[in-house]
């Protein structure tokens, strides 16, 4: 899996543009742009900040699957990292890694605020950042049609001890097709 020339000048095109962000908007702090590495070969893992190497090093694979969600999430996770290290002095007892001051910097270079990214489905990626796909049930409602539903409602609807009601109509254990999506 190789990364092309032009999306790797990009993806670090786009680090600078953090890195302008956060000067921005921490003008007190000095920051400059990491090292890039496209070298993860662990398949759990899409992406990380490593403060010792500074650096950002991002999976290969995962940026041929989904090379805009690299991009557009991935990369301004990685660097809101980047930001807390240098703002916050990275101290794993005192801030947590996808904390409050984390959130505040990804959410301010227009990442998803959340340690887990679900832009990767159906990439044999398992761990880390990535979300596992959830199992959801199909229960045909009839003239309402399907509808898709999470295992936890699934198992209460199936042990018939909750109630649900989808546009007026009561879905119960025998709604469900058998089916999972
Ligand atoms: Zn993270």
Redesign the pocket.
């Known amino acids: 899996m190789s990364v092309t020339q032009a999306q790797y000048l990009e993806m670090f095109r786009k680090m600078e543009s953090c890195v302008e962000q956060l000067q921005y908007m921490f003008p007190n702090h000095a920051f400059d742009t990491p090292t890039l590495n496209t070298n993860i070969k662990s398949k759990s893992t899409v ?3 490593r403060r010792k190497h500074h650096e950002v090093r991002l999976n290969p694979e995962a940026i041929a699957f989904n090379y805009d969600a690299i991009l557009n999430d991935v990369i301004p ?2 660097m ?2 980047y930001g807390v290290t240098v703002v916050y002095r990275y101290n794993r007892t005192r801030v947590k ?2 904390g409050y001051e ?1 959130k505040a910097i990804a959410s301010y270079l227009g990442a998803v605020p959340r ?1 887990i990214t679900d832009a990767f489905y159906g990439l044999k990626l398992t761990a880390g ?1 990535i979300a596992k796909p959830r199992k959801r049930y199909v229960y045909d409602m009839g003239a309402v049609g399907e509808i898709t539903i999470g295992g936890i409602q699934h198992k209460r609807i199936q042990g018939g001890n909750r109630f649900y009601k989808y546009h007026g109509e009561d879905v119960t254990a025998a709604h469900w097709t058998g089916a999972t999506a």
Request: charge should be neutral; aromatic fraction near 16%; hydrophobic fraction near 35%.
């Open positions: 992406g990380q900040f996770h990685e809101a990292h890694a996808h984390w340690p950042r």
